[in-house]
């Protein structure tokens, strides 16, 4: 298993792992994230945003030479204001590990990938957002040491016709 940054010419590769995780949402909440039938869109997003963010860092896990999952964080630094002290945090923005592979470790290696940022940039909070329907997650980031420190909550309004 080998962890490693990843550079412009892996949006195709990342754009194929981004697919596994697409289609878990599109399933879950249609009405919100669109269907992974085509990677391309991914690719050009890969190419053009994330790849290319300065305060952004994509790490792969391989296997072999194969990507199995990936790792998509952000450095946050926020000021003080009136409200609340300054604060940073490596936000853990996406992350996905092939379906017939999750539970052997790569995401494990994903995550301690991220927290090595964060020592090396002096953060001392690691966080990240997950959908409330994806349970098997959140017991893996649970493992892995995270707590809920913020709920969310919505409410979908709608016509009735």
Same mark, same amino acid.
């Given at each position: 298993?080998? #962890?490693?940054?990843? !550079?412009? $010419?892996?949006? $195709?590769? !990342? ?5 596994? /995780? ?6 879950? *909440?249609?009405? &919100?994230?669109? @269907?992974?039938?085509? @990677?391309? @869109?991914? *690719? ?13 860092? &994509?790490?792969? !896990?391989?296997?072999?030479?194969? %990507? #199995?999952?990936? #790792?998509?964080?952000? /450095? &946050?630094?926020?000021?003080? =204001? %009136?409200? /609340?002290? %300054?604060?940073?945090? /490596? +936000?853990?923005?996406?992350?996905? #590990? ?11 290696? &994903?995550?301690? %990938?991220?927290?090595g940022l ?11 957002? =997950?959908?409330?329907?994806? =349970? ?18 919505d409410v +979908?309004?709608?016509? $009735?016709?």
């Open positions: 298993m080998k #962890v490693r940054q990843a !550079v412009i $010419e892996d949006a $195709e590769i !990342v754009a194929g792992l981004i697919c596994d /995780v697409q289609r878990l949402h599109a399933e879950a *909440v249609p009405h &919100l994230f669109k @269907p992974a039938d085509d @990677p391309s @869109p991914f *690719v050009a997003d890969c190419r053009e945003r994330i790849l290319s963010d300065p305060n952004g860092r &994509l790490f792969i !896990v391989e296997e072999a030479g194969e %990507a #199995v999952g990936y #790792v998509y964080a952000r /450095v &946050l630094r926020q000021p003080e =204001t %009136a409200y /609340v002290y %300054a604060r940073s945090a /490596v +936000h853990i923005d996406q992350i996905s #590990v092939k379906p017939d592979r999750q539970g052997s470790g790569y995401g494990r290696a &994903l995550i301690e %990938a991220v927290f964060a020592r090396a940039e002096d953060i001392e909070r690691v966080s990240l957002d =997950t959908w409330g329907f994806n =349970t098997e997650a959140h017991g893996f980031f649970h493992k892995m040491g995270f707590d809920m420190f913020l709920y969310r909550m +979908h309004l709608k016509e $009735e016709v």
